[in-house]
Each structure stands twice: as structure tokens, then as C-alpha cells.
């Protein structure tokens, strides 16, 4: 099983970018979806959280800004983010719960720079 995150690219300030990432091979139960990120000499950390049951769960930072959604079907996970800002650079990650075990994306990279 893999995840394949993409979507992530160099944007102004103030624009907008749609995060994907799409889980290949076999996964049942998928409980958690989450997107994480990591700037240059930060610790990473929750962006994002979505659950089976519809909740959804924020970063301060990001909140009313980013929104999270996912498609079951296609055991995929997506990031909506708007408004985006220099400090949002990071390498962003999608991580899949299934039961105890995570699995994680290879992270994809994103540039708020003008």
C-alpha cells in the first residue's frame, strides 16, 4: 500500500491550492485521513483531521482558511487551501489510519513566495 500525495507548486500570497493524495493497492477501513507538514527546521505538525463519521479537526493557524474532505470510494483524501500565506511553506504529508496502523505519503511541497 502507498500513498501518493500531489497538487503542491510554488503560489503568490493570497492564492490557492488543492491538495490531493490517493491511497494504491488494498485498504479497507480507512478510519483517520490526515494531512501533516513540515517547514525547514520546524517540527511537523496536524494541519488537518478527518474521520469516518464526517468530523474534521483544524490547526488554529489554518483555520477558516484550509478545508479537508475526502472521497471513500477512491480512498482519497484532499486539502483545499485559500488564502494562503509565506507561512504555510512546508512539505505537506497525508497520513491513512487503518485500524493501528498509519501509513504516510511521500510528502509534497508547497511555496508561498511572491
Known amino acids: 500500500v502507498q500513498l501518493q500525495a500531489s497538487g503542491g507548486g510554488l503560489v503568490q500570497p493570497g492564492g490557492s491550492l488543492r491538495l490531493s493524495c490517493a491511497a494504491s493497492?488494498?485498504?479497507?477501513?480507512?478510519?483517520?485521513m490526515d494531512w501533516y507538514r513540515q517547514a525547514p527546521g520546524k517540527e511537523r505538525e496536524l494541519v488537518a483531521s478527518?474521520?469516518?463519521?464526517?468530523?474534521?479537526n483544524y490547526a488554529n493557524s489554518v483555520k477558516g482558511r484550509f478545508t479537508i474532505s475526502r472521497d471513500n470510494a477512491k480512498d482519497t483524501v484532499y486539502l483545499q487551501m485559500n488564502s494562503l500565506e509565506p507561512e504555510d511553506t512546508a512539505v505537506y504529508y497525508c497520513?491513512?489510519?487503518?485500524?493501528?496502523?498509519?501509513?504516510w505519503g511521500q510528502g509534497t511541497q508547497v511555496t508561498v513566495s511572491s
Open positions: 497520513r491513512f489510519w487503518v485500524g493501528i496502523r498509519a501509513y
Open positions: 493497492g488494498s485498504i479497507f477501513d480507512i478510519s483517520v
Open positions: 478527518s474521520t469516518t463519521g464526517g468530523s474534521t
